[in-house]
């Protein structure tokens, strides 16, 4: 189970770098935007696209990891509150529902990539086709799947996956972090 974990976790950290990539270009390419729309009067409609599509990539390839840290929404202070057994039920209802969630994304992901690669469907960037922007949703929810189908293996199995919140954690001592 292990190599299956590490695999997962190096498949993961990878898709977060990228999705941190995509973050930075995001910002750089809407400062870039600004800087041209205002200081020199000549915008650049293509960018809102691109950014758009970005926001998808940093998304779609962050949530595994965020989905493999349990950093996911998730109410921890309540789990604690079950008791051991009942909490492990609890992660693995949570895992379940994730690999459900996933799946789903992954499936209708292939069936827009499938419609418009049968239309031709083109975005409106000269030679950009409307599939591969597509193509996040199935890599993201893919690896989403794989995470959570992994995590929930380990719970059923009695093990205990990485980062698997312990209710022994301190919470955050910045205000803003804990919502108040």
Known sequence: MIPLQRLVAGLSRI????GSVATVTCLFLVGYSVLMRYAFGAPQPWVDKVAGWLVLGL??????EAQRRFEHIG???AVTK???????????IGTISVAIVAAV???AGWEAIEFSLMVGMMTDIEGVPEW???????IGA???????LVQTLVLALGGTPEHLPTGDEE???DTLARGE
Do not use: F, N
């Open 75 to 77: 109410v921890d202070i």
């Open 171 to 173: 919470l955050p001592r």
């Open 59 to 64: 998304v779609m390839l962050a949530a595994p």
């Open 82 to 92: 079950l008791g051991p057994r009942i909490a492990r039920i609890a992660h693995l």
């Open 105 to 107: 994304l992954l499936k």
């Open 15 to 18: 898709a977060v770098a990228i």
């Open 132 to 138: 591969w922007i597509q193509l996040l949703l199935p």
């Open 142 to 148: 893919g690896l989403l799947l794989l995470v959570a």
